[in-house]
């Protein structure tokens, strides 16, 4: 299921997509990606990506959605998390929610273990 955004219109949804879910304003669009996902994986990206990935980081913590895998693919994303955890005050609560695998069937693993639902800690 892939949901879409008219103002990327121009640009042809994914081809394995096998449902197309279409949103008026990129404001929509990240709000059924948060809240309908089971889970969320993050592929390499750009600065549309990371927005994505924050956004459901800090959902998740906040426990604004129910728990669910926040999945990072590939060793740029350990260099990503290694760099906030130097430049910002990220807590051991916060990283604890995000895992980093090396391949496709690990993050596969990851999406589908019922082991692997982190849980929130709201801030209060």
Avoid at 103 to 111: P, S
């Amino acid at each position: 299921i892939g949901v879409t955004c008219d103002l990327f219109s121009h640009l042809s949804p994914n081809p394995w997509l096998t449902e197309e879910r279409r949103t008026t304003t990129l404001h929509e669009r990240l709000w059924v990606m948060t809240q309908e996902a089971d889970g969320y994986l993050a592929l390499r990206g750009s600065i549309g990506t990371l927005s994505e990935l924050t956004l459901a980081w800090s959902l998740i913590y906040t426990g604004s959605v129910p728990p669910r895998p926040l999945v990072l693919l590939g060793e740029p994303y350990r260099r990503l998390l290694q760099a906030l955890a130097e430049t910002t005050y990220l807590r051991p609560e916060e990283r604890s929610l995000v895992r980093v695998v090396e391949t496709v069937a690990e993050a596969v693993e990851a999406l589908r273990s019922p082991t692997y639902r982190p849980s929130p800690n709201p801030r209060g």
